[in-house]
T-cell receptor
């Protein structure tokens, strides 16, 4: 199946700084790439997604970029706030048939 | 957003017994549900895809006879861990896929609360 790798595993930033999380995937047929945020003790929730026909998508302080040629996509969070602290997962899917997740990045935003 | 409910949230059982975990979509019909196992180092490992009215498809390395999945209705999928052993102790989490307005290739994955299984 699809292999999704995510880096870094942990990321610590100062409040107000930007955070970038990167993922690579192995199956070139993957065409949907969501990002999930999981706060401590809670279920993962979708924060942004991107499809393969788009190179970049932005939603307020969150943006995702996709490079299909290199098979990698990234999550960018600007002006980080303490409430952004959580574990973030990237995922890849082929036509919504299955979703394969990266190993997660624990983001810590220091006030 | 859509609501997915998972039960029980935690269970402790003796080695050799079977445990059933339920995953329900409360306000939408889910023809497809996924079962994941979440390891202590955070990763979500896809175990199987549960399709309503048909057999589940398992990922490579996942024992289908040990992890029985049943998706008998459009709102309920169950995972039964048979003859559980301590190495099966983990956090199991289900997710259900909604579909776009046109029912086509669109939708969002909603997760249950997860079930913490501890096998003594």
């Amino acid at each position: 199946g699809e292999n999704v790798e995510q880096h870094p595993s942990t990321l610590s930033v100062q409040e107000g700084d930007s955070a970038v999380i990167k993922c690579t995937y192995s199956d070139s047929a993957s065409n949907y790439f969501p990002w999930y945020k999981q706060e401590l003790g809670k279920r993962p929730q979708l924060i942004i997604d991107i499809r393969s026909n788009v190179g970049e998508k932005k939603d307020q302080r969150i943006a995702v970029t996709l490079n299909k040629t290199a098979k990698h996509f990234s999550l960018h969070i600007t002006e980080t706030q303490p409430e952004d602290s959580a574990v973030y997962f990237c995922a890849a899917s082929i036509n919504f048939n299955k979703f394969y997740f990266g190993s997660g990045t624990k983001l810590n935003v220091k006030p | 957003g859509a609501v997915v409910s998972q039960h029980p949230s935690w269970v402790i059982c003796k080695s050799g017994t079977s445990v059933k975990i339920e995953c329900r979509s409360l306000d939408f019909q889910a023809t497809t549900m996924f079962w994941y196992r979440q390891f202590p180092k955070q990763s979500l490992m896809l175990m199987a895809t549960s399709n309503e009215g048909s057999k589940a498809t398992y990922e490579q390395g996942v024992e289908k006879d040990k992890f029985l999945i049943n998706h008998a209705s459009l709102t309920l999928s169950t995972l039964t861990v048979t003859s559980a052993h301590p190495e099966d102790s983990s956090f199991y989490i289900c997710s259900a896929l909604t579909y776009g307005l046109a029912g086509g290739l669109a939708g969002e994955l909603f997760f249950g609360e997860g079930s913490r299984l501890t096998v003594l």
